[in-house]
């Protein structure tokens, strides 16, 4: 505790806690990608919005940069502290304040995990709606700095649909209190919604209201296998117009393969192509809709197998196999790439995509597996056992540009759902003009003049 | 046409259609507001995104102030210019450019209007589920800019909801193709949602592809008779636990007196102090989910009378009631209000409101009505006959400083949908702390350094 700015935030913050050991700066410095060596200057964990502000006063006031930090689960290096930054972590503040039955809303501090949001919300007789593999983890922060997605936004949307209020401290210290839980609110910018997506660079939230949503209605769920990736979209068209999706995921053989290999149950008998798995809202297994919607299917010489979930143990089972995909990945050390274009052009981008990774990078395995509905594809390049993990990554950054170049071509988004952060800041202008990457710099610059906010991440401060 | 700056402008946009015959800038100066004499320098009318574009960058080079111009149905002044500003109208960019059954969306012109955006919906067997009663006139450029609302936000939200991609024009003449259609995208600020409310002042919105829903359910109609605001609240939730709502809205006895005195049917022998009218999903008027939650708010003695439409024609004239009120109330000249608090702030809200009506301004005659889903009541007081039309004005800005006063400490918002312009702006401290308006104030600057966007509209420019 040597150093000179940590006693002059002492000073201007007496009780916070701040945290300065080595394994600390290490816990707290990086999040889920490993490519940047942590480096922070310390850690805050105040427990208070008192504190926050406190903190934020002296970072602006000394030119101390700081990475707000939840539960560090990104994979774009949002959260990375490499740079001497204080990490400003919101762990400690993880309560849920207060549930209204009239508006249907949640408030929680920002640190509460989403899986504390979801219980809270069930208890309630509602559900929060936004769902993914990291619920126990991640924390409802993170969620609304990335505007996270998962595997419900096809029928609830992402993690903005469901903010209906936010607390958020500015880089001056300021509390600002957005939209305060009003359904209708036309009163000027929308700055909660400026805020959504921000990835720490424009405040630190600290507390939101979720809007909670009924419970969900009951599901059946099914695994489908098919030929193709067209036959895939016709049956996504065909289902869509015929059952209330829940959900809608697919994943190739590939992953199936590591899925299986890491001790899930094989489905069928041999491997397809690609596989769906789906919620559909449903009386039972035997509802008449979803038999009806299967047949249609089945009668298209669509489907080549399938089957229906005959109870809860065995609709997690099959669930289990798309969940499971990035655990069994991960002894690949995978690169991840996570895409989106309008859903009408997925077909032509999956296409060319599969091409150009081919006749590229023959060497590669990929796993490919995502969301149809909501056009967004997560692309994973295994690292081949016998190269290298250096250089694994510069030829995944090459890979990267030309996706990227696709992406851009095909009018899509180099990042449907994980942010930009350092990973894809090489990219941002495949999928943001120049013009808007200068809005972006100008608005940043107009919120945080000292530039202390999550420096260098989304795009590069301007030269000083 | 004699103005020089005129001439600088067609040498700028040579094929710019420019209005300038005193009818034409009377008819495009104004919006609903009926406060402000229209004075603008001219009327441009451009074809094409390129000729709007045109007339940006000149206008910024020029420092000529621009209003952006949609159908003028506005009600807070966002539209007028009575500051010899140049009128930008979208009017006659009004097609549907493209529509795409996969991504479910349609592409826009931003002077198209509601209705025909509606209409388009419908020839593919989907819907735009935003719907207001100016439909035939407002343009769906206007709603963006003011992120309308109307009578099924409770069912469908806000316009905001509804936007997958925007093109907007900035102050420098800059085109912006924002989000392009993407379900998902987090890829640094969402401009688009920063657009969106923003009443002109941020950007010139010229197209939208906006999302479409399945069409709706096929409804029940009802019109519920109420003895009280407490047991109005009661029926809504009661009922928005058992069925599924599409819209439920409330009026006074004092509106229906005024539409039945404009030429509706009175439904029942006897007046009430409040009426609910709703849609609900429903297989038809003998449903028996529907005959259940209706019976079960009569046993518990809510319902004074009520009435289930048995057909669609009983359904429109139901629905007359509550759509005409606007119409009905007009030759009393109405000062409008639109506030909103959290829907579980709003029992309380409406009796301190109502008390302070009727301490205060005991000559005036208030009429209510609004959504109760959204917190969302419109308050409109009639002008006495015997009292002036200026000394009314004057009159009901003490009666709107007093309720925004009250709104300030509910929670709530000066504005639910109508916009600030110029009719909200001297209360926009009521709903928005100085902080939030120096950092939209600093937001505005860093888009449009000349401040050239509606200037005056949502907050005065700074000094200059």
């Given at each position: 505790?040597?150093?000179?700015?940590?006693?002059?935030?002492?000073?201007?913050?007496?009780?916070?806690?701040?945290?300065?050991?080595?394994?600390?700066?290490?816990?707290?410095?990086?999040?889920?990608?490993?490519?940047?060596?942590?480096?922070?200057?310390?850690?805050?964990?105040?427990?208070?919005?008192?504190?926050?502000?406190?903190?934020?006063?002296?970072?602006?006031?000394?030119?101390?940069?700081?990475?707000?930090?939840?539960?560090?689960?990104?994979?774009?290096?949002?959260?990375?502290?490499?740079?001497?930054?204080?990490?400003?972590?919101?762990?400690?503040?993880?309560?849920?304040?207060?549930?209204?039955?009239?508006?249907?809303?949640?408030?929680?501090?920002?640190?509460?995990?989403?899986?504390?949001?979801?219980?809270?919300?069930?208890?309630?007789?509602?559900?929060?709606?936004?769902?993914?593999?990291?619920?126990?983890?991640?924390?409802?922060?993170?969620?609304?700095?990335?505007?996270?997605?998962?595997?419900?936004?096809?029928?609830?949307?992402?993690?903005?649909?469901?903010?209906?209020?936010?607390?958020?401290?500015?880089?001056?210290?300021?509390?600002?209190?957005?939209?305060?839980?009003?359904?209708?609110?036309?009163?000027?910018?929308?700055?909660?919604?400026?805020?959504?997506?921000?990835?720490?660079?424009?405040?630190?939230?600290?507390?939101?209201?979720?809007?909670?949503?009924?419970?969900?209605p009951p599901?059946a769920?099914?695994?489908?296998?098919?030929?193709?990736?067209?036959?895939?979209?016709?049956?996504?068209?065909?289902?869509?117009?015929?059952?209330?999706?829940?959900?809608?995921?697919?994943?190739?053989?590939?992953?199936?393969?590591?899925?299986?290999?890491?001790?899930?149950?094989?489905?069928?008998?041999?491997?397809?192509?690609?596989?769906?798995?789906?919620?559909?809202a449903a009386e039972g297994p035997d509802d008449e809709r979803l038999?009806?919607?299967?047949?249609?299917?089945?009668?298209?010489?669509?489907?080549?197998?399938?089957?229906?979930?005959?109870?809860?143990?065995?609709?997690?089972?099959?669930?289990?196999?798309?969940?499971?995909?990035?655990?069994?990945?991960?002894?690949?050390?995978?690169?991840?790439?996570?895409?989106?274009?309008?859903?009408?052009?997925?077909?032509?981008?999956?296409?060319?995509?599969?091409?150009?990774?081919?006749?590229?990078?023959?060497?590669?395995?990929?796993?490919?597996?995502?969301?149809?509905?909501?056009?967004?594809?997560?692309?994973?390049?295994?690292?081949?056992?016998?190269?290298?993990?250096?250089?694994?990554?510069?030829?995944?950054?090459?890979?990267?540009?030309?996706?990227?170049?696709?992406?851009?071509?095909?009018?899509?988004?180099?990042?449907?759902?994980?942010?930009?952060?350092?990973?894809?800041?090489?990219?941002?202008?495949?999928?943001?003009?120049?013009?808007?990457?200068?809005?972006?710099?100008?608005?940043?610059?107009?919120?945080?003049?000292?530039?202390?906010?999550?420096?260098?991440?989304?795009?590069?401060?301007?030269?000083?």
């Open positions: 505790m040597s150093d000179p700015r940590l006693e002059s935030l002492r000073a201007a913050a007496p009780g916070l806690r701040l945290a300065t050991a080595p394994d600390e700066l290490l816990h707290y410095g990086r999040d889920w990608t490993r490519r940047w060596t942590p480096a922070p200057l310390a850690v805050a964990l105040p427990a208070t919005v008192d504190e926050v502000q406190a903190v934020l006063r002296w970072a602006s006031a000394e030119g101390v940069a700081v990475v707000p930090s939840g539960g560090r689960t990104g994979l774009s290096g949002g959260a990375v502290a490499a740079n001497g930054e204080l990490v400003l972590s919101l762990e400690r503040m993880r309560r849920v304040l207060a549930f209204d039955p009239v508006d249907r809303t949640l408030t929680v501090e920002a640190g509460a995990p989403l899986e504390t949001v979801q219980e809270a919300a069930r208890q309630h007789g509602l559900q929060y709606p936004v769902d993914f593999a990291s619920r126990g983890s991640c924390t409802i922060g993170g969620n609304i700095a990335t505007n996270a997605g998962g595997i419900r936004v096809l029928r609830y949307g992402n993690t903005r649909e469901w903010v209906a209020g936010l607390k958020l401290v500015t880089a001056s210290g300021e509390l600002l209190d957005l939209n305060r839980g009003l359904v209708k609110n036309s009163s000027g910018y929308d700055l909660r919604h400026l805020a959504i997506a921000s990835e720490g660079t424009l405040g630190v939230v600290v507390e939101a209201t979720l809007k909670l949503a009924p419970p969900p599901v769920t099914l695994l489908l296998a098919l030929p193709s990736f067209e036959v895939l979209m016709q049956v996504f068209q065909a289902l869509r117009g015929r059952l209330a999706l829940e959900a809608f995921e697919f994943f190739t053989g590939t992953c199936l393969r590591h899925v299986v290999a890491h001790g899930a149950q094989a489905p069928f008998e041999r491997e397809y192509p690609y596989y769906v798995v789906l919620d559909a038999l009806e919607a299967f047949g249609h299917c089945a009668e298209q010489g669509w489907v080549e197998d399938g089957v229906v979930a005959q109870s809860q143990a065995q609709a997690a089972q099959l669930w289990r196999l798309r969940e499971g995909i990035t655990e069994a990945l991960a002894p690949h050390l995978p690169y991840k790439n996570d895409v989106a274009v309008r859903v009408s052009a997925m077909p032509a981008f999956l296409a060319e995509a599969q091409a150009l990774l081919a006749a590229e990078y023959p060497e590669f395995e990929v796993a490919w597996f995502g969301h149809i509905g909501d056009g967004n594809l997560h692309i994973n390049v295994l690292k081949p056992t016998e190269l290298g993990q250096e250089a694994f990554v510069a030829r995944c950054a090459e890979v990267t540009a030309h996706l990227a170049g696709l992406v851009e071509r095909h009018g899509g988004t180099i990042s449907a759902e994980h942010g930009i952060g350092l990973v894809k800041k090489p990219y941002l202008g495949c999928t943001r003009s120049a013009a808007e990457i200068g809005i972006m710099r100008a608005l940043r610059a107009a919120l945080d003049p000292a530039g202390i906010l999550n420096p260098g991440k989304l795009f590069d401060p301007p030269e000083r």
